[in-house]
């Protein structure tokens, strides 16, 4: 009796397991996710959304009925993430995410970028907090079919590229464009004018810190604020210089930090300065 009962626990325990098992069977989704991004000018372009197919069906007229919005995808919102703000058909995108939404129609298709990221199903889109809208003009006639939605990019440039949207014989294609050109101008004329101070005083506290060349270390930091207007560079001259083993040059740095920053109401590197003179004795 005793082993009967075990072995039908034992049966009990296995069957449940399999049908567990069963319950938790991976399928491939109906509409597989997708993420695909692009450098675009000095930034990045990333688009993530579910891709449906055709599946013999009619698309553009029935699946998504023209006139309403549609999600740009299935399942969640399509999302769209500009690394730096961008021109979107002529219209300012700040940096950000973005829900791509559209409404597609026979000659001409509304784009809309939400910042909701919540919305779900076209037919509850809302205008609030919508940060752009523009139309584009689809191309009818592709001269593939295109079975499975699909996002890309098309046309790259150094400054720009078209996120192309296909399905069916449809391509919708958004012009994104940036500003390089300055940008590029203001890195070499930057170049061109050498280092920075911030540049001379992030070197002379490396030096300092890692025991390179003190000489050196003196000669960043003296680069760093050449006028002697900085209190949070004057303390750190006055390290430099005490472990040069140049005690009245430390003195007279920290006494010109610690005016600064009364100056500057920092009572932090008031405080800094002040346990720095203590500890050399040369507080008055």
Not at 16 to 43: H, R, Y
Not at 51 to 63: A, D, H, V
Not at 178 to 190: C, F, G, L, N, P
Request: proline share 4%.
């Amino acid at each position: 009796m005793r082993r009967t009962l075990m072995l039908s626990c034992v049966l009990f325990s296995f069957l449940a397991l399999t049908i567990s098992t069963q319950a938790q069977l991976d399928m491939p989704a109906p509409s597989p996710f997708s993420e695909i991004t692009q450098a675009v000018g000095l930034g990045e372009v990333t688009v993530a959304y579910s891709r449906p197919s055709m599946k013999g069906r009619t698309i553009f007229g029935e699946l998504v009925p023209f006139g309403s919005a549609w999600r740009t995808g299935a399942n969640a919102s399509t999302k769209v993430t500009f690394s730096e703000d961008v021109m979107l058909e002529g219209k300012a995108v700040p940096a950000g995410t973005y829900s791509l939404y559209t409404i597609p129609g026979k000659t001409a298709w509304t784009v809309m970028l939400h910042k909701s990221m919540s919305l779900l199903m076209g037919d509850r889109y809302t205008e609030d907090e919508e940060q752009v809208r523009f139309t584009i003009t689809p191309m009818n006639d592709f001269p593939l079919t295109v079975e499975t939605f699909t996002i890309g990019f098309d046309n790259v440039k150094s400054n720009g590229a078209e996120l192309a949207m296909y399905w069916e014989n449809t391509r919708a294609a958004i012009g994104i464009t940036t500003e390089v050109d300055s940008k590029v101008m203001a890195q070499i004329e930057e170049t061109l004018a050498g280092p920075s101070q911030n540049f001379y005083f992030n070197a002379a506290t490396y030096f300092y810190e890692n025991g390179k060349d003190i000489a050196q270390a003196e000669a960043f930091i003296a680069k760093a604020d050449p006028n002697e207007e900085r209190f949070w560079m004057q303390t750190w001259k006055a390290r430099i210089m005490e472990k040069a083993g140049k005690p009245e040059q430390a003195i007279a740095a920290s006494k010109k930090a610690l005016a600064l920053a009364e100056k500057a109401g920092n009572g932090d590197y008031v405080k800094i300065n002040k346990d720095l003179l203590t500890k050399w004795n040369a507080l008055n």
